[in-house]
């Protein structure tokens, strides 16, 4: 399992925590949501440079910036800043963090007899980051929030998969080998004109 763990780099305070099979698109987007839900849109995002965070086109070069992958295709459309970390020192916070939820959360998961990945993050959001927390976390040097708030977007349009499809003259699109008709509404008519010169 992998711990997919959102944290404030200045305090470091735990926003959300939870495991999943596989670290990727969909377990960001859950992790954001979880987050932008509860304090709002933070001015930016740090991450390493996995490929679900940027396409990176030689190994260990920049990322690029012109080919944004859908979490970057998401910040952009939210108008938050992704920083892409080029070293584990540069991320140092949360490479601690880390450093002590390795040793520390195996033993309380076992400590606390759980057994099931939805049970640990059950715990993880009720009883151990309020403690991590409390324990951990430090005040900001500065005063006041860098989270804005975002009444009336529908926060699940955004962080989501989204592809151009092509709508074919039978009203229908083809998304991953499904061919999918679209029903036929009043506003948007379909319609084949052929020419000649």
């Not at 305090?11 to 987007?29: H, K, R, W």
């Not at 080919?67 to 540069?90: C, D, F, N």
């Not at 708030?149 to 592809?163: F, K, R, S, T």
């Amino acid at each position: 399992m992998d711990l997919i763990v959102t944290m404030d780099d200045a305090t470091s305070e735990i926003y959300s925590a939870f495991l999943v099979a596989e670290e990727g698109t969909a377990s960001t987007f859950r992790a954001l949501l979880e987050v932008f839900g509860r304090h709002g849109l933070p001015l930016s995002f740090y991450t390493d440079r996995g490929s679900h965070y940027f396409v990176t086109p030689a190994s260990g070069g920049p990322v690029d910036r012109n080919s944004p992958t859908q979490v970057g295709r998401a910040l952009t459309h939210l108008g938050m800043e992704h920083i892409a970390a080029y070293s584990p020192q540069a991320r140092g916070r949360s490479e601690r963090l880390f450093a002590t939820l390795q040793d520390r959360l195996v033993k309380e998961l076992a400590l606390a007899a759980i057994t099931t990945v939805n049970d640990a993050d059950r715990f993880l959001r009720d009883v151990y980051i309020p403690a991590h927390n409390a324990r951990f976390a430090v005040t900001a040097e500065q005063l006041g929030s860098a989270f804005v708030a975002i009444p009336g977007v529908d926060l699940n349009e955004i962080p989501c998969v989204q592809e151009d499809r092509l709508v074919g003259q039978d009203n229908t699109v083809v998304f991953h080998r499904l061919r999918l008709q679209i029903p036929p509404a009043r506003c948007a008519r379909i319609s084949s004109k052929r020419g000649s010169r």
